[in-house]
């Protein structure tokens, strides 16, 4: 009988001490949480902006964010993340966001309704493409049971995905609307666990474990103190570059090499940018434009298979679309358009070290192929590689 292992629905940052990697199936050793690294600690450090206290999407005062990690038996490894662009009721007091797509092979369930109307009215849920309606019906249910929306008829839920499929039976269906919701409900301000966790459980980047990822920039005062936050799920692939040193060419493994095993740039990657600054929706979406110029840096090739999303959205409660505001002609603060390139700047470099997060973060996983019963083992990046990778490169750079 397989066994079901969900890693409960604990505040972000507390699920990582519910087991260690070796603890739970699927994962080996030795590679495990105490033996992983964020970018920084590496000397990995994008840009020129200062990360916030927490360098996640949670240092955007009010965004939180839930996790559900599903693991069962030796087949099963996906689960949920949930962000939430604020603590109060997100149908009534939405907020403006934007959307740039740079390969839409992929399922962004609310797309449409979402650049029709620039903002977004739920949590956005992350998790597996066979799990986008569950996670669409979670966040409905959550949606209509709020106080307030007893009159509500139409919500948009924002669900995005990335295929988990090579570490994953995704067609057992592992993730529920009960793991959805789980996550929406756990939602927290404070640190955000990475790696293999949530919707990043069973997800492949570069043909290394990929998983989830968060980083953030905050301007000097000068350029008006806001602060950008970024959360990814990583799944896609390309040449690995990190910091500019070719990481993926130097380790052996990237897109087009002959005869090499993982060397397929297909895949998916779900980018939300979070910001306090007042932006309007057509400034948000050339916010997300941007970390699509963070994901350029890492070495994705943006293939033809690969679903490459990112949403942007704006917690300032100037820009918040409320009843009242919805009702009647109202005056909205609005960013001027020559003040936003320092937020582009931020968008871009918190981008780039999330996905680093994601991938430095995740341990070594092993699952069975249902359809053959063959092991499949997905290695975690070796940090002491990368690290001579980056030493060699700087060496060379002076």
């Known amino acids: 009988m ?9 505040p972000v940052g507390l699920a990582a001490t519910a087991a260690t990697a070796a603890e739970r199936p699927g994962e080996a050793k030795p590679m495990t949480e105490a033996t992983r690294v964020r970018a920084r ?4 450090k994008p840009g020129v902006l200062k990360p916030g206290a927490l360098n996640a999407i949670t240092d955007v005062t009010g965004v939180r964010v839930g996790q559900v990690t599903v693991v069962e038996g030796d087949r099963v490894r996906t689960g949920v ?3 939430l662009p604020h603590g109060g009721n997100l149908f009534q007091d939405k907020v403006p966001a934007g959307l740039e797509v740079a390969n839409g092979f992929g399922k962004l369930a609310g797309a449409t309704q979402l650049v029709e109307l620039g903002e977004i009215e739920t949590p956005i849920v ?5 799990a986008v309606a569950r996670g669409v019906e979670a966040v409905i249910d959550w949606t209509l049971a709020q106080p307030g929306n007893g009159d509500v008829r139409s919500v948009n839920a924002v669900v995005g995905e990335t295929n988990d499929g090579r570490l994953n039976d995704i067609r057992s269906r592992g993730v529920t609307v009960a793991h959805a919701r789980a996550a929406i409900e756990a939602a927290r301000p404070g640190p955000v666990e990475e790696g293999c966790v949530g919707a990043g ?3 492949v980047a570069f ?7 968060t980083s953030s920039r905050v301007l000097p005062k000068k350029l008006g103190g806001w602060t950008v936050g970024v959360l990814v799920q990583t799944n896609y692939g390309g040449v690995l570059s990190m910091g500019g040193a070719p990481v993926g060419r130097a380790l052996g493994r990237y897109h087009l090499k002959e005869y090499v095993e993982d060397s397929s740039a297909d895949g998916s990657i779900m980018i939300v940018v979070a910001t306090d600054a007042p932006l309007s929706d057509r400034n948000l979406t050339r916010l997300a434009r941007r970390a699509i110029a963070g994901l350029a840096r890492t070495g994705s090739t943006f293939s033809n298979g690969s679903g490459d999303y990112a949403i942007a959205f704006s917690t300032a409660e100037a820009v918040r679309r409320t009843p009242e505001r919805r009702r009647d002609v109202a005056s909205v603060v609005d960013l001027p358009n020559d003040q936003t390139s320092p937020l582009f700047a ?3 470099e918190a981008t780039e070290e999330a996905i680093y997060n994601s991938l430095l973060m995740a341990v070594t996983t092993r699952s069975v192929d249902p359809a053959t019963g063959q092991p499949v083992v997905v290695e975690a990046l070796d940090v002491a590689a990368v690290r001579r990778v980056l030493d060699e490169h700087r060496n060379t750079a002076r």
């Open 126 to 130: 992350l998790t597996n493409t066979l």
């Open 41 to 44: 600690d590496i000397g990995l």
């Open 81 to 83: 993340t949930a962000v």
């Open 2 to 10: 397989l066994r079901r292992s969900v890693l409960k629905a604990l």
């Open 346 to 348: 931020a968008a871009i």
């Open 207 to 213: 043909g290394w474990k990929g998983g989830v990822g």
């Open 201 to 203: 459980a069973g997800t």
